[in-house]
Nanobody
């Protein structure tokens, strides 16, 4: 089982990035997918979740309206489009998967990726 994130980079405030999370080794299409962020010295932030079919999405308050989660069940990949980035968005971004819907308050995921670094700085 693997979740491999990519797309992290250094970006200026106001910029955009698109993160990808490629899944393998499990039935991606029957899992809910999540994006979370962890910054040094800060609490983990639950960013977004998407249902198995992609028809239902939820966002944390700090990213709602700026970030968009999506998925491609043919490519076994989840995405996080991030716009209007600000320095507070800096951190390691992880994707995760669980067969149950955990919402945005639990990190009892079945699978985690290794993370990709996003740095927002001028």
């Amino acid at each position: 089982v693997q979740l491999v994130e990519s797309g992290g980079n250094l970006v200026q405030p106001g910029g955009s990035l698109r993160l990808s999370c490629e899944a393998s080794g499990f039935s991606f299409s029957i899992y809910w997918m999540y994006w979370v962020r962890q910054a040094p010295g800060k609490e983990r932030v639950f960013l977004a979740t998407i249902s198995r079919s992609g028809g239902t999405t939820s966002y944390g308050a700090s990213v709602k309206g700026r970030f968009t989660i999506s998925r491609d069940n043919v490519k076994n990949t989840a995405y996080l489009q991030m716009n209007s980035l600000n320095p507070e968005d800096t951190g390691v971004y992880y994707c995760a998967a669980t067969i149950k819907n955990l919402g945005l308050s639990s990190d009892e995921y079945d699978y985690w990726g290794q993370g990709t670094q996003v740095t927002v700085s001028s």
